[in-house]
């Protein structure tokens, strides 16, 4: 599922709006005459149930692994209940500090969706809720960001050599090295001592430029240790990806940025897709093994928990996550370059230019040379007609800028050892070099890098963490903030008018997913924002991700805060509780001489029932206008929810016709935060029960609407 974001005059305020319904463009309209249309019958003593695969299927966003899910768990006998929920398999597991990740296989006949509704409603359960899963998803897909083609640049054709000779010094040809002020960058650090993690396709460890430079590694799908120093390549995107980073500087061939760093191979495809489980795994991996840069020349458009978790880990550890940014050149929501903490990498051209291809966003960090960039390809690679090891190949995207950047980082972690993640960042783009507007940009973020400026910038002050608790309101309100969070909603920072980082809460509210974990969080649903610029920020929480069932009601659930502050080194204490609640109101009017009644079937806490109530009965959980008995021929009633309700209610809608003498006409219209839409004109039959879920246009398959 790609997010397209678009910029031009959408800032956020008008974001903001968007999503509460309350621009011009989303104003509720006066609604068409339609002719009615016979309604369905219902049967006001069924006793609806919820089907798991309905609900399960909000929590399915995007390609993922058929068969599998994911489960993050603090609490064994939790993860017991869900496995002896759902009947699946433990495939594999590891842990993140406190927190358990395991891969699930489903038992045949049992979908993805089934299994993620099923734990969703037992997580949900008033009398024995489930509490220790901090989150349950697919095993989502995440593909390479493909190398573009190097094209017909006039500049590139004439450096480029018609064929490699082994010996011959292709340093001349290394453009980007020229750019970034390599030369004068090696005589302050070469990344000596660091350990680059490319965690990608594998690396070609025979490679004459790679040898001695490639320590054992591991493949997570697997669970295979590589031995150091072996071609564990086969589709050669990481080679070129380690090439640009590491490569020997030995007068033959080609020359890393960073001479003098380790690369730690971690192989999540091979050759073809990965699933989020095993390039967590392996970045876990990574970061218990000593490596202090991530590269990630990869990436997706779904947001997965267990990924985040990986990647908090990494930062918790002091580890820098470096991610392309993504190819496809436009505004588009791309993981795991947007979550908060990374170094999100475009790509640039000779010319000091973004790339076409090169992904837009407020996210983006910094920008570096990705167009026709020279580096190793794999020993099994040849020449065309002469059948001799091809050795070095142009290769363009931000999946060969990335790791420019990576080896900056290392050059950097090999000056300021102690230096955090976001002070490493900041080093990078405090001293990057303008090539679009002025100042920051949502083209080529900070600028292109400039390593010569970087290795010699002092240290600047610390980065802050954030952390936005998202309960609904009548919960915080009347519980003390102890019952449900809201799971799996988007949480936006806005700086400028522009999206500057993206988070979810989690399942179980009340784990952070930071290491350690943050001890007061309450049981509220969570978002953390790592190692982020200090500074204002307004934040956006809710979205087309706002959901609980994937209703169109949850994505009405909408909150904003602006002009939260964070100063530098906030990195524990900085909390924003941010309650989110939805408004309803319900109305029916009619025409004919019937008396009709408008229907709200809540839930009373006294019996611990559902009941239907009418204006005829009075409500519970909100209020009625007087009953009106069509004696007149036509007729209105409106139902006002009122607080205190239970977070996550359903109040199924019906036209209770149980009294009238007559057919009426009715039309039913619901107002939720703002929003407003019109159902109908139904033909009611006289002595019948209508419920809107039966309706052919009703939208809601599991009756709703729903509110928090």
């Given at each position: ?19 509460t ?14 002719t ?42 939790a ?16 842990t ?104 990608d ?208 980082v ?18 990078i ?7 679009e ?13 400039d ?57 179980a ?9 943050e001890p ?8 953390l ?16 991700d706002?959901?609980l ?34 408004e309803?109101?319900v ?114 398959a ?7």
């Amino acid at each position: 599922m790609k997010r397209k974001i678009t910029y031009l005059a959408l800032g956020f305020v008008g974001f903001a709006l968007l999503l509460t319904g309350c621009t011009g463009l989303w104003a509720p309209r006066a609604p068409e005459a339609r002719t009615p249309i016979p309604a369905v019958p219902g049967d006001p003593t069924f006793q609806p149930t919820v089907d798991p695969e309905v609900i399960g299927q909000a929590l399915v966003r995007g390609e993922h692994i058929p068969g599998e899910i994911v489960v993050g768990y603090t609490d064994e006998a939790a993860f017991s209940a869900v496995l002896s929920l759902v009947g699946g398999t433990v495939r594999d597991q590891f842990t993140m500090g406190e927190l358990t990740a395991a891969l699930l296989e489903l038992p045949g006949g049992t979908s993805v969706a089934e299994a993620l509704g099923t734990i969703l409603l037992r997580w949900r359960d008033r009398d024995d809720p489930l509490r220790g899963i901090a989150f349950a998803e697919p095993n989502y897909v995440y593909e390479l960001i493909d190398p573009e083609p190097t094209g017909q640049d006039a500049y590139l054709k004439s450096v480029e050599p018609a064929v490699y000779d082994p010996d011959a010094d292709l340093r001349p040809y290394q453009w980007g090295l020229d750019v970034v002020g390599a030369e004068d960058a090696w005589a302050h650090a070469t990344g000596d001592g660091v350990i680059v993690a490319v965690i990608d396709t594998g690396v070609d460890g025979t490679h004459p430029d790679l040898q001695g430079k490639v320590t054992v590694g591991y493949d997570p799908a697997t669970d295979t240790v590589i031995p150091a120093g072996v071609n564990s390549d086969t589709v050669g995107h990481g080679t070129h990806v380690a090439g640009i980073i590491a490569a020997n500087d030995d007068g033959k061939g080609i020359v890393g940025l960073a001479p003098d760093v380790q690369i730690l191979p971690i192989v999540i495809f091979n050759p073809d897709y990965v699933g989020a489980f095993d390039a967590a795994e392996g970045i876990v991996w990574a970061v218990d093994e000593g490596a202090r840069v991530l590269n990630n020349s990869w990436g997706g458009y779904v947001y997965s928990q267990i990924l985040k978790a990986a990647f908090d880990y990494a930062l918790a550890f002091g580890a820098v996550p470096v991610c392309a940014a993504g190819n496809d050149g436009e505004a588009l929501i791309h993981f795991p370059s947007a979550y908060p903490g990374v170094i999100a990498v475009g790509a640039t051209t000779p010319r000091d230019t973004r790339t076409d291809f090169s992904q837009i966003g407020g996210w983006l960090s910094v920008g570096a040379p990705g167009e026709g960039i020279l580096s190793c390809v794999p020993t099994t690679y040849v020449q065309a007609g002469t059948g001799d090891p091809l050795l070095y190949d142009y290769w363009g995207g931000t999946s060969m800028a990335t790791p420019f950047v990576s080896a900056l980082v290392a050059m950097l972690l090999e000056l300021h050892p102690g230096a955090t993640p976001y002070q490493i960042r900041k080093m990078i783009e405090d001293t990057a070099v303008d090539i679009e507007e002025s100042g920051f940009d949502v083209h080529s973020g900070h600028g292109r890098i400039d390593a010569a400026a970087a290795v010699t910038a002092p240290v600047p002050g610390d980065g802050s963490t954030l952390f936005v608790y998202t309960p609904f309101e009548s919960s915080y309100e009347l519980y003390g903030g102890w019952w449900f969070g809201i799971p799996y909603v988007d949480v936006i920072l806005f700086q400028d008018g522009e999206i500057r980082s993206w988070a979810q809460t989690d399942l179980a509210g009340w784990w952070t997913l930071w290491f350690p974990f943050e001890p007061n969080t309450g049981d509220w649903g969570v978002a953390l924002f790592p190692w982020i610029e200090p500074g204002t920020y307004d934040v956006v929480v809710g979205g087309d991700d706002a959901v609980l069932f994937g209703q169109r009601t949850a994505n009405r659930v909408t909150a904003v805060r602006t002009d939260i502050t964070l100063g530098p080194g906030e990195s524990w204490w900085s909390s924003e509780i941010i309650p989110l609640n939805t408004e309803l109101q319900v109305r029916i009017d009619w025409t004919g001489a019937g008396d009709v009644d408008l229907a709200i079937y809540e839930y009373d806490l006294v019996n611990d029932v559902y009941v239907w109530h009418t204006a005829k009965t009075g409500a519970d959980w909100g209020t009625f206008t007087s009953d009106d008995d069509g004696a007149d021929g036509d007729g209105s009633e409106t139902y006002t929810l009122a607080f205190p309700h239970w977070g996550y209610d359903e109040y199924p809608i019906a036209i209770d016709a149980t009294n009238s003498t007559a057919d009426t006409v009715v039309t039913v219209t619901i107002v939720q935060n703002g929003i407003t839409e019109v159902y109908g004109p139904y033909t009611v039959a006289a002595g019948a029960f209508v419920e809107l879920k039966d309706q052919a246009d009703w939208w809601d398959a599991l009756d709703g609407p729903w509110v928090f």
